[in-house]
Every structure is written in C-alpha cells, then in structure tokens.
C-alpha cells in the first residue's frame, strides 16, 4: 500500500470515527467546554491511552524517537489561543474536515478562521527559525514530542 493510499485510508477512518463519536456537533463540544457532559473528555483520555501506550511500543520497537523539551512561553501561548478558539467556533481542525465531508457549510467559515490564523503566524515569523525542522538523517516519519 502506498503511503499517500495508507494516509487516505487514516483519514477516513479518522473522519469517521469522528463523526460517529458526536465531535462534529457543536452542541456535544459545547456541553464539554461547560463541563455538563464528560462524555467528550473521557473520548479523548481514551484517544490519549491508546496513543500513549501505541508510542511507548514503536518506542520499544526503534521505529520512532523523540527528545523531550521543557515547555516554553510559546506553547502556553499556543494552547491558550487553541482554546479560545475551539471554545468561540466549538471545532477544532479535525472535526472541521470532517463538517465539510458532511456538508455542513458554516464550517468553511470556521476552516477561513484557521487558514487565515495561520497564514497570520507564518507571516509573522517569516524571518525567524521555522517552529520545527527535522533533524538531519531522521526519518520524517519520526513523531516529535
């Protein structure tokens, strides 16, 4: 299987899963972010276990490495401006791919919001470092932490 097929297929999947599991309703986001539901939080521990105990095997198995940071300003900065944002436009990137596979068109209104948040910062660093690089001789398919 090609990698572009793999990456479609991940995809479709993920989309799915998605939108069976109610994370494209504005209003099951919405009932988490008031922490009247804890349905949504309990679905990303689960997301967050599975991947955690999925890394520490390719860990184990050498088909990944990272190094790990301390965090720095920029990522409370970062996170913070994450969470406004999913907490006006109730999505966050993945459930917004899927509300356009849906249909749902005020969502391309909330993927504008996003493209235009990141052309604003890449515009904004265009002289510094990228955030980013991967290492010379690692693999792209390495998964930072």
Sequence with gaps: MSRRAAGLAVGLVFGVILSWSGMTSPDVIRSALLFEDSYLFLFFASAVATAA???QLLRRERRVS?????PERRHVVGSLVFGVGWGISDACPGPIATQIGQGIGWALFTLAGVVIGVHLFLRGHEETEPAYEIPQGASASAIPS
């Design 53 to 55: 105990i999925g890394l």
């Design 66 to 70: 990272w190094t790990r940071q301390r």
